[in-house]
């Protein structure tokens, strides 16, 4: 079995991982790890990083041959920051990502992607040349790729019929490359990836967007609260499998950058050339998704959302479009406080 | 045709019997307590002792609140939001804000013409200018939750309390009556704080209120001082309040129960 | 009312100066100098650029843009007690009380167009993620363009060049709007300025270890961070001049206040901004904040033949930039030179970027003996100040360090 690399940002490219000869393992903030980490850091950090940290600190975590953090945010630098107290002895590396999107970002990102496959390739000593090097990543991206076709192709079925069970089987196939391979991902894909039955009828149509919403049972209660989901933005899905254009670019890291900097609309990623744009992307696609609603979900204490939140709240409004934004850990123990508002929420659209 | 509305709060569980006509035939309300099964039961069996009326005649029941689900005998549960705008159009026609303070939390819905909620916005989950903030800060004065709302009269000083935390600003008011502030005072500076927090909710389902008529609903809404701090703070001349507003949530239940045997025909 | 407000400044003091034209006065010509700055930001005589926190503005004033960072403005909405109202604005409009007051104190006061519109906006990745966010919204909210200066965290050469190549392509934003191209010569003198500037910051810094210390808890209150704006001017070396030579003649005289420096301490980061009696305080405690951690030369000297790296590798040597090993390394540093007793870290409410990593620099001070009091406040937002607990606790560490 491979050696696991551990990561926790959705812009870690998982094809780089399995070039090296790892499996990839995200870490998500699953765990009933006691709460520590504001010792290290402090209490009023996002739940997302802080709970990844108490799996840290109590070594609830499996062998990990090294961990790749991305400084896409404060929470997630802090994060890198304690990582390196709370397991010393870890391999680390931490990638530089541009907040902006141009040309001179991508080009550094690219030498950031490319800086991490070497050392991943080094971890796990592989001595190979630049060329077998490339040759492997590319081979890892075809797979990506197919993966990332079917989960898209199936999660597009979801806002014209949607049937019991389906976003949940979609999040447990993207959780399985995060946190086993792709390659297991694939087949399973491959084989149910759209479910059986019937069309669900009279639910209200929502389409959700946030940072993590990983846990495939919450999709579940969404549905038991009468609400069908068209479609997600999170970065634990559409987010978290972004496609690689592979022509993108001259270089295959340039295309990697490319497509993670152009597909990964984390709300920390911003369009210089359009400020704001955040919010018309989700209006576009509760639109493109025929929802009749959206809701926000985020993590507390995530900065960029907590600042983008009122410019998405007014461009849905401005549509007409009816929003709940909702704040919570993102854990299935966070869901219970909810209820009562997606309950009301999906009430009011089918009035 | 008989129908129930059960709302199942933290604090109280109230019940209305209607008939076809939307008459309220019996209404009660009576402190949830630890064991809401218990409570559930005693409701019911307090509306219809007061109507006379038999379990069996009752065509449906709708309940409400956040212990909706564990009502065993129910024909569907709806949550108090659409219920309270329910109960609302009923009781004050024409209410486009609605307010809700309830023991655990509050809410601010904006209704359309017809009193459809068209956005809501509840706090966080923590008990500030809730009505269990209330009782905390009426235990701290040592006042009776009732006399809470009338304390304010003839305050003149425009103490604001800081602390909206349940925890610290039960330290704060103990800590000025130890500096000598008046019961009234403080009582007054309690519901500008409400008011304020109460207010802000508001804004975030309709930044512009003019012109809208606005109630309150909830057991909150018999505290005359709250009401009247949250109408000045909203800058409008009055919250309107129904009678009985405890019983809203409930009856918008039963309003939804009659509703939907309607429609089912 | 913002013009008016730093006009009443500017004519209070030049009336205060005229009648000392002798006297040193480092404070209030450091005063009149930023409210002059305030005053033509809200004059819109020039081109005006709302920036980030670590962007050029040398360079910028260079290119005869008229910049600051938007957290200024919080700042002193907060110092002028008028905050409150402008949170308020923010928060109606959605702004979660979770954020960062500095942020949402401005944002209220762009949303009631208490901010004078700017011609561009400059936002920097570096300190903090929320910082670019709120600039995004500036720029979304005026409809005006906006650039990123992307500010790696990994001091490399691949890092630096990055940097160093978006600055030459902000010099072609910003003369894309303003029509004027840079002018090298200007460059030059800007960078001139910033390097005496720098000396002298170095002087003021020397002194200020001195013990007992000659600074009183005010003096060199957030110096650092908002010097910054102006020292690639001339003006910028005058009000240098003026802080090194007041300290220099305390020394002389012997007003250090050493009856009041029992107890040495370290400010972290920034200082609380509304009025709150907290340097009286320590000063009634004998407690002496000798050195703020922004108070610190982190960068080489500009080289004017090669400005843009040499500002690149400024920005990125700032702490706020860095890990926090390298910030804990810088503090640990200042820590020693000071001779220290205790630290105290405000905690500032809604910032991820210091705050988050509280118990990190708890650690890595208490590795050095140092202990460190965490006040947990609100630097800007002064409306669930809990004055009596922080009294307490402040009392409390005196008294442990005592």
Same mark, same amino acid.
């Given at each position: 079995? #491979?050696?696991?690399?551990?990561?926790?940002?959705?812009?870690?490219?998982?094809?780089?991982?399995?070039?090296?000869?790892?499996?990839?393992?995200?870490?998500?903030?699953?765990?009933?790890?006691?709460?520590?980490?504001?010792?290290?850091?402090?209490?009023?950090?996002?739940?997302?990083?802080?709970?990844?940290?108490?799996?840290?600190?109590?070594?609830?975590?499996?062998?990990?041959?090294?961990?790749?953090?991305?400084?896409?945010?404060?929470?997630?630098?802090?994060?890198?920051?304690?990582?390196?107290?709370?397991?010393?002895?870890?391999?680390?590396?931490?990638?530089?990502?541009?907040?902006?999107?141009?040309?001179?970002?991508?080009?550094?990102?690219?030498?950031?992607?490319?800086?991490?496959?070497?050392?991943?390739?080094?971890?796990?000593?592989?001595?190979?040349?630049?060329?077998?090097?490339?040759?492997?990543?590319?081979?890892?991206?075809?797979?990506?790729?197919?993966?990332?076709?079917?989960?898209?192709?199936?999660?597009?079925?979801?806002?014209?019929?949607?049937?019991?069970?389906?976003?949940?089987?979609?999040?447990?196939?993207?959780?399985?490359?995060?946190?086993?391979?792709?390659?297991?991902?694939?087949?399973?894909?491959?084989?149910?990836?759209?479910?059986?039955?019937?069309?669900?009828?009279?639910?209200?149509?929502?389409?959700?967007?946030?940072?993590?919403?990983?846990?495939?049972?919450?999709?579940?209660?969404?549905?038991?609260?009468?609400?069908?989901?068209?479609?997600?933005?999170?970065?634990?899905?559409?987010?978290?499998?972004?496609?690689?254009?592979?022509?993108?670019?001259? #270089?295959?890291?340039?295309?990697?950058?490319?497509?993670?900097?152009?597909?990964?609309?984390?709300?920390?990623?911003?369009?210089?050339?359009?400020?704001?744009?955040?919010?018309?992307?989700?209006?576009?696609?509760?639109?493109?998704?025929?929802?009749?609603?959206?809701?926000?979900?985020?993590?507390?204490?995530?900065?960029?959302?907590?600042?983008?939140?009122?410019?998405?709240?007014?461009?849905?409004?401005?549509?007409?479009?009816?929003?709940?934004?909702?704040?919570?850990?993102?854990?299935?123990?966070?869901?219970?406080?909810?209820?009562?508002?997606?309950?009301?929420?999906?009430?009011?659209?089918?009035? | 045709?008989?129908?129930?509305?059960?709302?199942?709060?933290?604090?109280?569980?109230?019940?209305?019997?209607?008939?076809?006509?939307?008459?309220?035939?019996?209404?009660?309300?009576?402190?949830?307590?630890?064991?809401?099964?218990?409570?559930?039961?005693?409701?019911?069996?307090?509306?219809?002792?007061?109507?006379?009326?038999?379990?069996?005649?009752?065509?449906?029941?709708?309940?409400?609140?956040?212990?909706?689900?564990?009502?065993?005998?129910?024909?569907?549960?709806?949550?108090?939001?659409?219920?309270?705008?329910?109960?609302?159009?009923?009781?004050?026609?024409?209410?486009?804000?609605?307010?809700?303070?309830?023991?655990?939390?509050?809410?601010?819905?904006?209704?359309?013409?017809?009193?459809?909620?068209?956005?809501?916005?509840?706090?966080?989950?923590?008990?500030?200018?809730?009505?269990?903030?209330?009782?905390?800060?009426?235990?701290?004065?040592?006042?009776?939750?009732?006399?809470?709302?009338?304390?304010?009269?003839?305050?003149?000083?425009?103490?604001?309390?800081?602390?909206?935390?349940?925890?610290?600003?039960?330290?704060?008011?103990?800590?000025?009556?130890?500096?000598?502030?008046?019961?009234?005072?403080?009582?007054?500076?309690?519901?500008?704080?409400?008011?304020?927090?109460?207010?802000?909710?508001?804004?975030?389902?309709?930044?512009?209120?003019?012109?809208?008529?606005?109630?309150?609903?909830?057991?909150?809404?018999?505290?005359?001082?709250?009401?009247?701090?949250?109408?000045?703070?909203?800058?409008?001349?009055?919250?309107?309040?129904?009678?009985?507003?405890?019983?809203?949530?409930?009856?918008?239940?039963?309003?939804?129960?009659?509703?939907?045997?309607?429609?089912?025909? | 009312?913002?013009?008016?407000?730093?006009?009443?400044?500017?004519?209070?003091?030049?009336?205060?100066?005229?009648?000392?034209?002798?006297?040193?006065?480092?404070?209030?010509?450091?005063?009149?100098?930023?409210?002059?700055?305030?005053? /033509?930001?809200?004059?819109?005589?020039?081109?005006?650029?709302?920036?980030?926190?670590?962007?050029?503005?040398?360079?910028? %004033?260079?290119?005869?843009?008229?910049?600051?960072?938007?957290?200024?403005?919080?700042?002193?909405?907060?110092?002028?007690?008028?905050?409150?109202?402008?949170?308020?604005?923010?928060?109606?409009?959605?702004?979660?009380?979770?954020?960062?007051?500095?942020?949402?104190?401005?944002?209220?006061?762009?949303?009631?167009?208490?901010?004078?519109?700017?011609?561009?906006?400059?936002?920097? %990745?570096?300190?903090?993620?929320?910082?670019?966010?709120?600039?995004?919204?500036?720029?979304?909210?005026?409809?005006?363009?906006?650039?990123?200066?992307?500010?790696?965290?990994?001091?490399?050469?691949?890092?630096?060049?990055?940097?160093?190549?978006?600055?030459?392509?902000?010099?072609?934003?910003?003369?894309?709007?303003?029509?004027?191209?840079?002018?090298?010569?200007?460059?030059?003198?800007?960078?001139?300025?910033?390097?005496?500037?720098?000396?002298?910051?170095?002087?003021?810094?020397?002194?200020?270890?001195?013990?007992?210390?000659?600074?009183?808890?005010?003096?060199? /209150?957030?110096?650092?961070?908002?010097?910054?704006?102006?020292?690639?001017?001339?003006?910028?070396?005058?009000?240098?001049?003026?802080?090194?030579?007041?300290?220099?003649?305390?020394?002389?005289?012997?007003?250090?206040?050493?009856?009041?420096?029992?107890?040495?301490?370290?400010?972290?980061?920034?200082?609380?901004?509304?009025?709150?009696?907290?340097?009286?305080?320590?000063?009634?405690?004998?407690?002496?904040?000798?050195?703020?951690?922004?108070?610190?030369?982190?960068?080489?000297?500009?080289?004017?033949?090669?400005?843009?790296?040499?500002?690149?590798?400024?920005?990125?040597?700032?702490?706020?930039?860095?890990?926090?090993?390298?910030?804990?390394?810088?503090?640990?540093?200042?820590?020693?030179?000071?001779?220290?007793?205790?630290?105290?870290?405000?905690?500032?409410?809604?910032?991820?970027?210091?705050?988050?990593?509280?118990?990190?620099?708890?650690?890595?001070?208490?590795?050095?003996?140092?202990?460190?009091?965490?006040?947990?406040?609100?630097?800007?937002?002064?409306?669930?100040?809990?004055?009596?607990?922080?009294?307490?606790?402040?009392?409390?560490?005196?008294?442990?360090?005592?």
């Amino acid at each position: 079995m #491979n050696k696991k690399i551990g990561f926790t940002c959705a812009y870690t490219p998982v094809p780089l991982i399995e070039a090296a000869g790892f499996s990839p393992f995200r870490v998500f903030p699953e765990s009933k790890a006691p709460d520590l980490s504001g010792n290290l850091l402090h209490d009023n950090l996002c739940p997302h990083v802080k709970k990844v940290l108490d799996r840290a600190i109590a070594g609830d975590l499996p062998d990990l041959e090294g961990m790749v953090f991305i400084n896409s945010c404060d929470s997630m630098r802090r994060l890198s920051d304690a990582w390196h107290e709370a397991r010393p002895d870890d391999k680390i590396i931490f990638l530089d990502l541009p907040s902006g999107i141009n040309s001179l970002s991508l080009d550094f990102l690219s030498k950031e992607y490319k800086r991490l496959t070497e050392t991943l390739f080094k971890w796990n000593n592989k001595t190979c040349s630049s060329k077998e090097m490339t040759a492997r990543v590319n081979n890892r991206i075809d797979t990506w790729n197919l993966l990332a076709a079917l989960v898209k192709k199936s999660s597009g079925k979801m806002s014209k019929a949607y049937t019991k069970g389906h976003a949940s089987l979609i999040q447990e196939i993207i959780n399985t490359a995060a946190t086993k391979s792709v390659d297991k991902a694939l087949l399973m894909a491959q084989n149910k990836i759209d479910p059986q039955g019937d069309a669900r009828q009279g639910a209200a149509p929502v389409f959700l967007f946030g940072n993590l919403l990983f846990d495939p049972k919450v999709y579940d209660l969404f549905e038991e609260w009468n609400i069908n989901v068209t479609g997600n933005d999170f970065c634990t899905s559409s987010r978290f499998i972004t496609p690689v254009d592979k022509n993108a670019c001259d #270089n295959i890291f340039k295309s990697i950058a490319a497509s993670y900097l152009n597909n990964t609309s984390c709300a920390r990623t911003m369009d210089t050339s359009k400020p704001g744009s955040i919010a018309m992307n989700i209006v576009q696609q509760a639109k493109e998704t025929n929802a009749k609603g959206v809701i926000g979900f985020t993590l507390k204490f995530c900065d960029p959302y907590l600042a983008r939140i009122p410019m998405i709240r007014k461009a849905l409004q401005k549509e007409s479009i009816p929003f709940l934004m909702l704040e919570g850990d993102c854990t299935m123990g966070c869901m219970g406080q909810q209820q009562t508002r997606i309950e009301a929420f999906a009430e009011m659209l089918e009035v | 045709m008989i129908f129930l509305g059960i709302d199942i709060g933290s604090l109280s569980c109230d019940a209305v019997l209607i008939d076809e006509k939307k008459n309220i035939l019996s209404s009660s309300v009576i402190p949830t307590g630890v064991n809401n099964m218990e409570a559930i039961a005693r409701v019911k069996k307090n509306v219809l002792d007061a109507s006379g009326i038999m379990e069996k005649d009752i065509s449906s029941i709708i309940s409400t609140g956040y212990g909706r689900t564990r009502v065993k005998e129910r024909n569907g549960a709806v949550t108090e939001i659409t219920c309270h705008a329910k109960g609302i159009k009923h009781m004050i026609p024409g209410t486009r804000i609605l307010i809700d303070i309830g023991g655990q939390d509050s809410k601010a819905m904006r209704l359309d013409p017809d009193g459809n909620v068209v956005d809501f916005a509840m706090n966080d989950k923590c008990a500030a200018g809730t009505g269990r903030f209330l009782e905390a800060m009426a235990r701290a004065l040592e006042v009776d939750i009732n006399e809470l709302g009338q304390l304010d009269k003839g305050a003149t000083s425009d103490l604001v309390l800081s602390s909206m935390c349940t925890v610290f600003a039960e330290s704060e008011v103990v800590s000025l009556i130890a500096g000598g502030t008046g019961q009234k005072e403080i009582a007054k500076g309690l519901n500008r704080a409400i008011a304020a927090r109460t207010n802000s909710l508001v804004k975030r389902v309709a930044q512009d209120i003019s012109g809208l008529p606005v109630a309150m609903s909830g057991g909150v809404a018999r505290n005359k001082g709250v009401v009247k701090a949250i109408a000045r703070s909203m800058n409008i001349d009055k919250v309107h309040t129904p009678e009985t507003p405890d019983i809203t949530g409930a009856l918008g239940a039963a309003i939804i129960a009659l509703e939907k045997t309607l429609q089912k025909g | 009312m913002m013009y008016e407000h730093f006009d009443n400044i500017v004519k209070g003091i030049t009336e205060k100066l005229n009648h000392d034209p002798d006297g040193i006065n480092a404070r209030k010509k450091y005063v009149l100098a930023i409210s002059k700055l305030g005053k /033509k930001l809200y004059s819109r005589d020039e081109n005006i650029a709302w920036c980030g926190v670590t962007a050029p503005f040398d360079l910028l %004033s260079a290119m005869g843009v008229t910049s600051c960072f938007v957290e200024f403005v919080g700042a002193m909405l907060s110092s002028t007690d008028t905050a409150g109202f402008f949170l308020e604005k923010a928060e109606d409009a959605g702004f979660a009380t979770d954020s960062c007051a500095y942020h949402r104190a401005v944002m209220g006061a762009v949303l009631e167009n208490a901010m004078p519109e700017p011609d561009f906006i400059i936002g920097t %990745s570096s300190p903090c993620t929320a910082g670019l966010a709120i600039v995004e919204n500036f720029a979304h909210q005026y409809k005006k363009d906006f650039f990123i200066l992307n500010v790696p965290q990994n001091y490399t050469k691949d890092a630096v060049k990055y940097l160093a190549t978006q600055l030459e392509e902000m010099t072609r934003f910003v003369s894309d709007h303003t029509k004027r191209p840079l002018s090298k010569q200007r460059l030059s003198f800007a960078l001139e300025n910033f390097n005496t500037s720098t000396s002298l910051l170095k002087e003021i810094y020397d002194l200020a270890r001195t013990k007992p210390s000659p600074v009183d808890n005010k003096f060199l /209150k957030d110096f650092g961070t908002v010097v910054a704006l102006l020292m690639g001017t001339k003006q910028g070396i005058d009000i240098c001049r003026a802080f090194k030579d007041e300290l220099a003649r305390r020394i002389k005289k012997g007003l250090h206040h050493a009856s009041k420096e029992k107890i040495r301490l370290m400010w972290i980061q920034n200082r609380i901004q509304y009025p709150f009696p907290i340097n009286e305080m320590l000063d009634d405690l004998g407690a002496k904040i000798v050195v703020d951690e922004l108070n610190n030369v982190t960068w080489e000297p500009m080289d004017p033949d090669n400005p843009f790296e040499s500002i690149a590798k400024r920005m990125i040597s700032i702490p706020f930039s860095m890990g926090t090993a390298e910030r804990i390394r810088q503090m640990q540093n200042l820590a020693k030179a000071y001779r220290i007793d205790g630290a105290i870290n405000p905690c500032h409410w809604g910032c991820r970027q210091g705050t988050g990593a509280r118990g990190l620099i708890s650690k890595g001070l208490k590795d050095i003996n140092v202990p460190v009091l965490n006040l947990e406040i609100d630097c800007v937002d002064s409306r669930n100040l809990a004055k009596g607990q922080i009294e307490t606790r402040v009392e409390a560490f005196i008294e442990m360090l005592s």
